[in-house]
């Protein structure tokens, strides 16, 4: 009978959920703006070898620093290059960091943070070494590791994912301090049940909310970090069009072309700005003191 009213309980949260992003969407058109947009980013970047119009790597030396123009929407670079192609195979580069930092620094920080935040003496080793990597701004740290391992996709993804993790450690922790005095937990540890099963069904499913609001915001700031180390030229390899590589090599010529960085910025902005709106949303969702404020 318990498990039946459980059950019963898990079905009608989950409607409430459905209901709730539904008002969600209705209501704050800034949360819709933000998803729209990153849809139709995710889908730009899916598709682009078929809406690029010219090879985002081919050299036309005569077409050099051309205005947009029919031909070349957004514009050529310094050595002919089609920055409309380039900047939508942009999205892809950018979106597969972002993604992947998202998703490896959420798992990373669930399973750190949950057994640091039940464990004391876990606790006290742990946050000081992460509280030692966290007193580092994260651009400097992010350019030191960069620089010792080598300038690649793989590894710039590597060091994002180092850098954020202990952020997400930090509030997995916040959150198990509290989660294991309560008395389902007392409860659970009571009748037996092994550490292990405590930490994975009582504990790290409560810790998904925030984990989902911030890893939204992990997305955006991934994106960030990895243009701004590509703009500084340690960052994806330079044959790689990601929008950070454009507009670090368009800033040279930012007085006789200024498209060539202004079109990856324009779409670099945008996305960054959806991925913390729809944070805000999700936060407004999961967020029962938040729910029934706006």
Same mark, same amino acid.
């Given at each position: 009978m318990a498990?039946?009213?459980?059950?019963?309980?898990?079905?009608?949260?989950?409607?409430?959920?459905?209901?709730g992003l539904w008002r969600l969407i209705r209501t704050r058109t800034t949360f819709a703006a933000g998803a729209a947009i990153?849809?139709?980013?995710?889908?730009m970047a899916?598709?682009?070898?078929?809406?690029?119009?010219?090879?985002?790597? +081919? /050299?036309?030396?005569? #077409? $050099?620093?051309?205005?947009?123009?029919?031909?070349?929407?957004? +514009?050529? #670079?310094? *050595?002919?290059? #089609?920055?409309?192609?380039? &900047?939508v195979h942009g999205a892809r580069i950018s979106l597969r960091v972002a993604a992947s930092v998202a998703l490896i620094?959420?798992?990373?920080?669930? &399973?750190?943070?949950?057994?640091?935040?039940?464990n004391r003496i876990a606790d006290n080793i742990a946050m000081r070494l992460l509280d030692g990597m966290m007193a580092f701004p994260t651009l400097i740290l992010? /350019?030191?590791?960069?620089? &010792?391992?080598?300038?690649? *996709?793989n590894n710039v993804i590597m060091v994002i994912c180092i850098v954020d993790t202990p952020g997400m450690v930090r509030i997995v922790r916040g959150m198990v301090l509290s989660l294991r005095e309560r008395p389902y937990v007392d409860a659970a540890r009571a009748i037996g049940t092994p550490l292990p099963?405590?930490? /994975?069904?009582?504990?790290?499913?409560?810790?998904?909310?925030?984990v989902l609001v911030q890893s939204s915001v992990y997305f955006g700031s991934a994106i960030l970090t990895e243009s701004a180390l590509s703009f500084l030229g340690v960052g994806t390899p330079p044959y790689i069009p990601s929008w950070g590589n454009i507009i670090g090599q368009g800033r040279a010529y930012i007085q006789v072309g200024f498209w060539i960085a202004f079109f990856p910025g324009v779409f670099l902005a945008l996305t960054v700005l959806a991925a913390n709106l729809? +944070?805000?949303?999700? $936060?407004?969702? /999961?967020?029962?003191r938040l729910r029934g404020a706006r």
């Amino acid at each position: 009978m318990a498990v039946e009213v459980a059950g019963r309980l898990r079905q009608v949260a989950a409607a409430g959920q459905g209901i709730g992003l539904w008002r969600l969407i209705r209501t704050r058109t800034t949360f819709a703006a933000g998803a729209a947009i990153l849809i139709l980013v995710s889908l730009m970047a899916i598709i682009a070898p078929v809406i690029q119009r010219h090879d985002p790597q +081919g /050299l036309s030396p005569v #077409d $050099r620093v051309e205005p947009p123009s029919a031909q070349h929407w957004f +514009g050529t #670079d310094h *050595l002919g290059r #089609d920055v409309y192609a380039r &900047t939508v195979h942009g999205a892809r580069i950018s979106l597969r960091v972002a993604a992947s930092v998202a998703l490896i620094v959420s798992i990373v920080g669930v &399973t750190i943070g949950v057994v640091v935040g039940y464990n004391r003496i876990a606790d006290n080793i742990a946050m000081r070494l992460l509280d030692g990597m966290m007193a580092f701004p994260t651009l400097i740290l992010a /350019l030191a590791l960069v620089a &010792t391992l080598g300038s690649s *996709l793989n590894n710039v993804i590597m060091v994002i994912c180092i850098v954020d993790t202990p952020g997400m450690v930090r509030i997995v922790r916040g959150m198990v301090l509290s989660l294991r005095e309560r008395p389902y937990v007392d409860a659970a540890r009571a009748i037996g049940t092994p550490l292990p099963m405590i930490l /994975l069904r009582e504990i790290a499913p409560n810790t998904i909310a925030p984990v989902l609001v911030q890893s939204s915001v992990y997305f955006g700031s991934a994106i960030l970090t990895e243009s701004a180390l590509s703009f500084l030229g340690v960052g994806t390899p330079p044959y790689i069009p990601s929008w950070g590589n454009i507009i670090g090599q368009g800033r040279a010529y930012i007085q006789v072309g200024f498209w060539i960085a202004f079109f990856p910025g324009v779409f670099l902005a945008l996305t960054v700005l959806a991925a913390n709106l729809v +944070g805000d949303g999700l $936060r407004d969702l /999961l967020d029962p003191r938040l729910r029934g404020a706006r």
